[in-house]
Nanobody, 114 residues
Framework: QVQLVESGGGLVQAGGSLRLSCAASGLALRFYSMAWYRQAPGKQRELVAT???????NYADSVKGRFTIDRDNAKNTVYLQMNSLKPEDTAVYYC????????WGQGTQVTVSS
């Protein structure tokens, strides 16, 4: 059974950093272009960053220069390094393929206080 498990969220002050992890089981992430998404209260889920099978990355304008997506195929894990966090980054963060092909995990809550 395919499963994505996100972790690493928490409460942090503005300007702080967090590193999120997304561990996959039941499939090999190296065959997929992966992405991080987020959903803030009352808002739709939005794409934050993508990481292609070849390692090319793209970012939403709102996080460009602050967030970094990377992966460790040997560990079957995708990461999101978040620096210079802002209150508007507060959301539940999820990983999935860039085409949202997999069942969503439970996500990990990120709360940034001002």
């Amino acid at each position: 059974q395919v499963q994505l498990v996100e972790s690493g969220g928490g409460l942090v002050q503005a300007g702080g950093s967090l590193r999120l992890s997304c561990a996959a089981s039941g499939l090999a992430l190296r065959f997929y272009s992966m992405a991080w998404y987020r959903q803030a209260p009352g808002k739709q889920r939005e794409l934050v960053a993508t990481n292609s099978r070849g390692g090319n990355t793209n970012y939403a304008d709102s996080v460009k220069g602050r967030f970094t997506i990377d992966r460790d195929n040997a560990k079957n894990t995708v990461y999101l390094q978040m620096n210079s966090l802002k209150p508007e980054d507060t959301a539940v963060y999820y990983c999935n393929t860039n085409l949202m092909q997999l069942n969503w995990g439970q996500g990990t809550q990120v709360t940034v206080s001002s």
